[in-house]
C-alpha cells in the first residue's frame, strides 16, 4: 500500500506565506514525477507545480515567481513554498506521485487526500 500525506494548509491573509508537504510512504520502489494541484470550489482540478525525480520543474503561470517546488528524495516528500498568497489561490491543494512498488512494475499515480489552503483579503 502507498500514502501521500499533506501537511502545512491552512488560513492566511493576502500577501502570506504557507508550505506544503507531502509525504509518501509504503510500498515504494522508485518515485518519479511529483507535484501539487488544486481544486477550488466550482472549478476542474488544475496543475501548479511538478518536479521530475532529477529536479526539472513545471508551474502553472498563475503561480509563476510565486510558489517553489521542491523535494527531497531521500524522505520521499515533495514541497510547495508559496508566498505572494492571493485569494484566487484559495483552493484543496493535492500531492500526488508517479511511481513503481517494484522493480520493473507500471508507474501508477497516487494521490493525496488533499489540504484546504485558504486566502483571506
Known amino acids: 500500500q502507498v500514502q501521500l500525506v499533506e501537511s502545512g494548509g491552512g488560513l492566511v491573509q493576502a500577501g502570506g506565506s504557507l508550505r506544503l508537504s507531502c509525504a509518501a510512504s509504503?510500498?515504494?520502489?522508485?518515485?518519479?514525477?511529483m507535484g501539487w494541484y488544486r481544486q477550488a470550489p466550482g472549478k476542474q482540478r488544475e496543475l501548479v507545480a511538478s518536479?521530475?525525480?532529477?529536479?526539472?520543474?513545471n508551474y502553472a503561470d498563475s503561480v509563476k515567481g510565486r510558489f517553489t517546488i521542491s523535494r527531497d528524495n531521500a524522505k520521499n516528500t515533495v514541497y510547495l513554498q508559496m508566498n505572494s498568497l492571493r485569494p484566487e489561490d484559495t483552493a484543496v491543494y493535492y500531492c500526488?506521485?508517479?511511481?513503481?512498488?517494484?522493480?520493473?512494475?507500471?508507474?501508477?499515480?497516487?494521490w493525496g487526500q488533499g489540504t484546504q489552503v485558504t486566502v483571506s483579503s
Open positions: 500526488t506521485a508517479a511511481l513503481t512498488t517494484r522493480v520493473l512494475g507500471t508507474i501508477e499515480r497516487y
Open positions: 509504503g510500498s515504494i520502489f522508485s518515485i518519479y514525477n
Open positions: 518536479i521530475s525525480n532529477g529536479g526539472i520543474t
